[in-house]
């Protein structure tokens, strides 16, 4: 029987720009958010008794949701004046202003664990003269990916073929939502995580995952017993009672720190994984590479992942599906392509995709429905 290829995805922040804010409208969103929330908790004065009589336990709250939305707020100018969060992560980082960094990954996990769970619903990605279009809670683009990966086994859950993986370089869990959405009781996070893993074994340590965020993922902490739970336990069905109620518990400089490991960046040298990261790439035949712009500041470990230890990475076909998408972008870190199936042995270039209406999917994958998992049935 014909070996199965071995597929990895990268996805940059352009994967779930249907559901996620990116770019120039994410601090946009983070300030159309900022005054939904001080609008919900206004106290009542001398000058304004309009309160409906089932709002006054809003009150109570007030005080710590105005300041998450003051610290979201200065968050949002911090990303306009710096380009992207992640810089002005790395200026923090530079500076030794660990307290900031903490508080600043914090924001970050809530803001867009609230965004997939309630704000998606209200705000346009785009409009013009004739139609606006609204953020979806899930990309539609991950629901037809995971589709064709999820296999039938004899037991009750679905399983994800062993021979792909993912690596992500965003915060949000639009992968995983999708893939909760195709067992037969839809999933939380925590429940996913034990069919198809994305998360550490345990803080900071990473091994044999399916899944790999190298920025963290968001709406996940370390709590007092120093175990790894869901900050907000509804995942992505929140109400704005429960966003609003939650934020007054938690947003306090002792749980600052909580989030620290679980948000990372290119800087913060988890070792355990990348090591699992390269793991993933150095079994990988074919690469696909989906809505990412390979920014300056995470080159060091692109290149560690896409060229590997003492050069061995050698992929059989490279797909970059993104409308920017260029040779010229993957040119910086001279990959090898082996061109196992052409006789004259010249260098492959890699296959530019602009179109993004869905997710590419490889025809290597499709020759033989038949898989060489024992626990499968085959189609």
Do not use: C
């Not at 991950?142 to 992500?168: E, M």
């Not at 989906?290 to 590997?308: C, H, K, M, V």
């Amino acid at each position: 029987m014909k070996k199965a290829k071995k597929i990895t995805y990268l996805f940059g922040a352009g994967a779930s720009y249907n559901a996620v804010p990116i770019l120039n409208s994410l601090s946009e969103s983070m300030r159309s958010v900022v005054v939904f929330l001080k609008t919900e908790v206004r106290k009542p004065n001398s000058r304004n008794r309009n309160f409906k009589e089932a709002d006054w336990w809003l009150k109570d709250y007030a005080t710590a949701v105005n300041l998450f939305s003051d610290d979201l707020y200065e968050l949002a100018l911090k990303s306009d004046e710096y380009g992207t969060i992640d810089t002005y992560a790395k200026k923090l980082e530079l500076n030794n202003e660990h307290q900031e960094l903490k508080k600043m990954k914090f924001l970050v996990s809530i803001f867009f664990t609230i965004w997939q769970g309630y704000f998606y619903k209200s705000h346009i990605l785009k409009q013009d003269e004739s139609s606006r279009i609204k953020y979806s809670d899930i990309d539609i683009r991950y629901k037809s990916l995971v589709s064709n990966y999820l296999l039938k086994t004899q037991n009750s859950f679905p399983t994800l073929d062993s021979n792909v993986n993912f690596v992500s370089w965003n915060y949000d869990h639009q992968l995983e939502s999708a893939f909760s959405l195709f067992f037969k009781n839809k999933l939380n996070l925590t429940e996913l995580n034990d069919q198809i893993k994305f998360l550490p074994t345990s803080e900071n340590v990473y091994s044999n995952n399916k899944i790999l965020h190298l920025n963290g993922i968001s709406n996940f902490w370390i709590n007092n017993n120093k175990k790894l739970e869901r900050i907000f336990q509804d995942d992505d069905e929140l109400e704005i009672k429960t966003i609003i109620k939650r934020i007054a518990q938690l947003y306090k400089p002792s749980n600052f720190g909580k989030s620290a490991s679980l948000i990372n960046y290119a800087w913060d040298n988890n070792l355990s994984k990348l090591k699992d990261a390269k793991r993933i790439f150095q079994e990988t035949d074919i690469l696909i590479i989906i809505g990412y712009s390979f920014p300056t500041f995470n080159r060091e470990i692109d290149a560690q992942l896409l060229i590997g230890n003492n050069n061995n990475n050698k992929f059989e076909k490279i797909v970059y599906q993104d409308p920017n998408a260029s040779k010229e972008l993957l040119s910086v870190f001279d990959l090898d392509i082996e061109a196992t199936r052409n006789i004259y042995k010249e260098k492959k270039e890699p296959i530019i995709l602009q179109n993004t209406d869905q997710f590419h999917i490889p025809a290597e994958y499709f020759p033989s429905a038949i898989r060489e998992n024992d626990n499968t049935i085959t189609f």
